[in-house]
């Protein structure tokens, strides 16, 4: 057995192998998606976040494989990784990137908790909802902002130090349709714009242009 002591040495395997031993190797069982989320709620329940170590024994290493195949996904590259698989990930605050945190261009300005909120929406009004991906490209840094005010929120909500977030800015959040918890059934696909409608000008009749002072009025038209 994998990982236990064996009395049988390399001869006695090739006696085995000569009498026409046949050995089955049982491979392990792999672990359901379903079953992967669960442990995940489970470990958020216990610790409060989902930023799992590698040295955790039972999520460790899958965690950094979903990490690994998360770059691959928003590259546009082979992924195990399905886009409704990333939003579960997202609504639970999975987090994508671990480790150390990026040095942070000093030519690009911090922006401001107004700043962020103003994207926020134009990510709303462009996608239908506030669930942002944590590496979401469009607007650098806002995934990862989203992903703050929802720890911070819970804080708060636990009477805890906080910071970014204060009942009035919650409430701000949540007028627009923040996800403070588990969001579900989101794509990330923008909406679909209908085309305006043609504008048809005005018949003006030659005796609309006359003023009541019998002078002939001027009409220009923008071409």
Same mark, same amino acid.
């Given at each position: 057995?994998?990982?236990?002591? /064996?009395?049988?040495? +390399?001869?006695?395997?090739?006696?085995?192998?000569?009498?026409?031993?046949?050995?089955?190797?049982? =491979?392990?069982?792999?672990?359901?998606?379903?079953?992967?989320?669960?442990?995940? =709620?489970?470990?958020?329940? $216990?610790?409060?976040?989902?930023r799992v170590p590698?040295?955790?024994?039972?999520?460790?290493?899958?965690?950094?494989?979903?990490?690994?195949?998360?770059?691959?996904?928003?590259?546009?590259? %082979?992924? /195990?990784?399905?886009? #409704?698989?990333?939003?579960?990930?997202? +609504?639970?605050?999975?987090?994508?990137? +671990?480790?150390? $945190?990026?040095?942070?261009?000093?030519?690009?300005?911090?922006?401001?908790?107004?700043e962020r909120l103003?994207?926020? %929406? =134009?990510?709303?009004?462009?996608?239908?909802?506030?669930?942002?991906?944590?590496?979401?490209?469009?607007?650098?840094?806002?995934?990862?902002?989203?992903? %703050?005010?929802?720890?911070?929120?819970?804080?708060?909500?636990?009477?805890?130090?906080?910071?970014?977030?204060?009942? #009035?800015?919650?409430?701000?959040?949540?007028?627009?349709?923040?996800?403070?918890?588990?969001? $579900?059934?989101?794509?990330? $696909?923008?909406?679909?714009?209908?085309?305006?409608?043609?504008? #048809?000008?005005?018949?003006?009749?030659? /005796?609309?242009?006359? +003023?009541?002072?019998?002078?002939?009025? =001027?009409?220009?038209?923008?071409?």
């Amino acid at each position: 057995r994998e990982g236990a002591d /064996s009395r049988l040495t +390399a001869v006695r395997l090739q006696r085995l192998v000569d009498l026409g031993f046949v050995f089955i190797l049982r =491979e392990k069982r792999p672990v359901p998606w379903g079953e992967r989320i669960v442990q995940l =709620e489970t470990f958020r329940e $216990k610790l409060g976040h989902l930023r799992v170590p590698l040295s955790d024994p039972i999520l460790g290493r899958w965690v950094n494989v979903q990490r690994k195949s998360y770059a691959s996904f928003i590259e546009g590259k %082979k992924s /195990s990784l399905t886009e #409704e698989k990333v939003r579960e990930l997202t +609504a639970l605050g999975f987090v994508f990137q +671990a480790g150390k $945190k990026r040095a942070r261009d000093p030519t690009t300005p911090k922006k401001s908790w107004e700043e962020r909120l103003g994207q926020l %929406k =134009e990510f709303k009004e462009e996608y239908g909802h506030c669930v942002v991906p944590q590496l979401f490209k469009g607007y650098p840094g806002l995934g990862r902002w989203v992903h %703050k005010m929802r720890d911070q929120y819970k804080l708060m909500k636990q009477g805890k130090p906080c910071v970014g977030i204060t009942a #009035e800015r919650a409430l701000r959040l949540a007028e627009i349709g923040f996800v403070f918890e588990n969001a $579900k059934h989101v794509t990330m $696909k923008p909406r679909v714009q209908p085309d305006p409608l043609p504008v #048809e000008l005005p018949r003006v009749l030659p /005796s609309e242009l006359t +003023a009541s002072s019998g002078h002939l009025l =001027e009409l220009t038209l923008d071409t």
